[in-house]
């Protein structure tokens, strides 16, 4: 594989702004809140539509590393884009020239694309990412990447309200986002990087599992799937936990989420300066601290049967978020770096660990719903013990 070269400004612009487009797959829970009671759906229906995302990572990944191998790694980003494109053209269609069921069938459609689109970038555009940094530098550069995903992420909601509020078209923001994906499709077909030479020989798909024999790229599989389970956990499980120990409203209980991902923005923010100063094996038992301490901070507060301390709940959710962020760059770039000729199909593999948000979570609900909301956390604290344990014994996967 040919050396990474140090990237221009110019040079790297559109792969971030490729990360800022990766992030609007998250308007699926930001337009369930709204297509809910326009189409009086039950939750358990509303729920599908974020399932809908999870099973295309399943189904997708390792074929779209094959893809990789055919096309290269930034033309796979461009037709990602490109399918981003069509999820955000799919609503305005649906609400500027359709109603009733036609305008259903059309979001279901837009919410398929959005998860097809989001399989294929996640697995494109972090090998991408990787013909610029090699290491440990690696990490730092890929959670650089998930700071700038998380803004989107952070500021979708508030501008679907606003324009719901304003103007009575919260779907206004697909426009909004239809350009930006547009501009950074059109960047990313200007750009030039430097990429191996494509492969004469391709990979087949029982090939690329194979490749979890080999222990690192298992175990760091397994860290992405109990990552995405702790990431979609929380979300889920958040305010349901403060709610039921608490008087709190659901008005209020639902900044937790957004607490979460304030988390999230500020680990991924320090992650992309401190990684880049600091070994990965340092790293990665910095987010087992904070992962560990939060776990501990939710038994706490569950535990406690009389006037919870709710100090302990918004810590915990904090906490975890900062911590989280960067289990998944970590990771992936541990892994990305073990077998470098083998980036791309080692890609799908990792990316195929985000199934993981569609295992844990359910487990999580049954327990709680079995056991109260300390069941939930201790399925919750399985994925945080794996972290740990790996962070300790980072040796098994140290080159």
Same mark, same amino acid.
């Given at each position: 594989?040919?050396t990474?070269?140090?990237?221009?400004?110019?040079q790297?612009?559109? =792969?971030?702004i490729?990360?800022?487009?990766?992030?609007?797959?998250?308007? $699926?829970?930001?337009?369930?809140?709204? =297509?809910?009671?326009e189409?009086?759906?039950?939750?358990s229906?509303?729920n599908?539509?974020t399932?809908? @995302?999870?099973?295309?990572?399943?189904? &997708?990944?390792?074929?779209?590393?094959?893809?990789m191998?055919?096309?290269?790694?930034?033309?796979?980003?461009? $037709?990602?884009?490109?399918?981003?494109?069509a999820?955000?053209?799919v609503p305005?269609?649906?609400?500027?020239?359709?109603?009733?069921?036609v305008r259903?069938?059309?979001? =279901?459609? *837009?919410?398929?694309?959005l998860?097809m689109g989001?399989?294929l970038m996640? =697995?494109?555009?972090?090998?991408?990412?990787?013909?610029?940094a090699?290491?440990?530098?690696?990490?730092?550069?890929?959670?650089?990447?998930?700071?700038?995903?998380? /803004?989107?992420?952070? /500021?979708?909601?508030?501008i679907?309200?606003w324009?719901?509020?304003?103007?009575n078209a919260?779907w206004? /923001?697909?426009a909004?986002?239809?350009?930006?994906?547009?501009?950074?499709v059109?960047?990313l077909?200007? #750009?030039?990087? #430097?990429?191996?030479?494509?492969?004469a020989e391709q990979?087949s798909?029982v090939d690329?599992?194979? &490749?979890?024999?080999?222990?690192?790229?298992?175990?760091?599989?397994?860290?992405?799937?109990?990552?995405?389970?702790?990431? @979609?956990?929380?979300?889920?499980?958040?305010?349901? /936990?403060?709610?039921?120990?608490?008087?709190?409203?659901?008005s209020?209980?639902?900044f937790a989420?957004?607490?979460?991902?304030?988390?999230?923005?500020?680990g991924s923010?320090?992650?992309?300066?401190?990684?880049?100063?600091i070994?990965?094996?340092?790293?990665?038992?910095?987010?087992a601290?904070?992962l560990?301490?939060?776990?501990?901070?939710?038994v706490?507060?569950t &535990? *406690?049967?009389?006037?919870?301390?709710?100090?302990?709940?918004?810590?915990?959710?904090?906490?975890?978020?900062?911590?989280? $962020?960067?289990?998944?760059?970590i990771s992936?770039?541990?892994?990305?770096?073990? @077998?470098?000729?083998?980036?791309?199909e080692?890609?799908g593999?990792?990316?195929?660990?985000?199934?993981g948000?569609?295992?844990i979570?359910?487990?999580?609900?049954?327990?709680? #719903?079995?056991?109260?909301?300390?069941?939930? @956390?201790?399925?919750?604290?399985?994925?945080?013990?794996?972290v740990v344990?790996?962070?300790a014994?980072?040796?098994?996967?140290?080159?």
């Amino acid at each position: 594989m040919t050396t990474p070269k140090k990237a221009g400004i110019i040079q790297i612009i559109p =792969v971030f702004i490729a990360f800022f487009t990766m992030a609007f797959v998250d308007l $699926v829970g930001t337009a369930t809140n709204y =297509v809910k009671p326009e189409f009086n759906l039950s939750n358990s229906t509303a729920n599908l539509f974020t399932t809908m @995302v999870f099973f295309w990572f399943l189904i &997708l990944s390792i074929p779209t590393s094959m893809l990789m191998n055919k096309i290269g790694r930034r033309k796979t980003v461009i $037709v990602a884009i490109w399918v981003t494109v069509a999820a955000m053209f799919v609503p305005l269609v649906a609400y500027m020239g359709a109603s009733g069921d036609v305008r259903f069938a059309l979001m =279901v459609v *837009s919410f398929c694309l959005l998860g097809m689109g989001n399989a294929l970038m996640q =697995v494109s555009l972090n090998p991408l990412m990787a013909l610029f940094a090699t290491g440990d530098r690696l990490a730092s550069m890929l959670t650089t990447g998930q700071f700038v995903k998380a /803004i989107a992420s952070l /500021i979708a909601p508030y501008i679907a309200a606003w324009l719901a509020a304003a103007y009575n078209a919260w779907w206004g /923001i697909y426009a909004i986002y239809l350009v930006i994906a547009v501009v950074g499709v059109v960047a990313l077909q200007l #750009d030039r990087i #430097d990429e191996p030479p494509l492969k004469a020989e391709q990979t087949s798909f029982v090939d690329t599992v194979r &490749l979890l024999k080999d222990p690192t790229i298992l175990l760091c599989f397994l860290a992405i799937v109990a990552h995405v389970g702790i990431d @979609v956990g929380v979300n889920a499980q958040a305010p349901r /936990i403060l709610m039921e120990h608490t008087a709190t409203e659901l008005s209020v209980a639902t900044f937790a989420t957004m607490v979460y991902f304030i988390g999230r923005m500020a680990g991924s923010f320090l992650g992309g300066i401190v990684l880049q100063r600091i070994s990965s094996k340092a790293g990665l038992r910095l987010c087992a601290l904070f992962l560990g301490t939060s776990a501990v901070l939710y038994v706490f507060f569950t &535990l *406690s049967s009389v006037n919870p301390p709710v100090w302990a709940f918004w810590t915990a959710t904090f906490l975890a978020g900062f911590g989280n $962020v960067n289990v998944f760059g970590i990771s992936l770039a541990r892994a990305l770096n073990n @077998v470098p000729d083998k980036q791309n199909e080692i890609s799908g593999l990792m990316i195929m660990g985000l199934v993981g948000g569609a295992i844990i979570p359910p487990f999580m609900g049954v327990a709680a #719903d079995a056991f109260g909301q300390i069941g939930g @956390v201790a399925v919750m604290s399985i994925c945080v013990i794996y972290v740990v344990v790996l962070a300790a014994r980072y040796s098994l996967i140290e080159e």
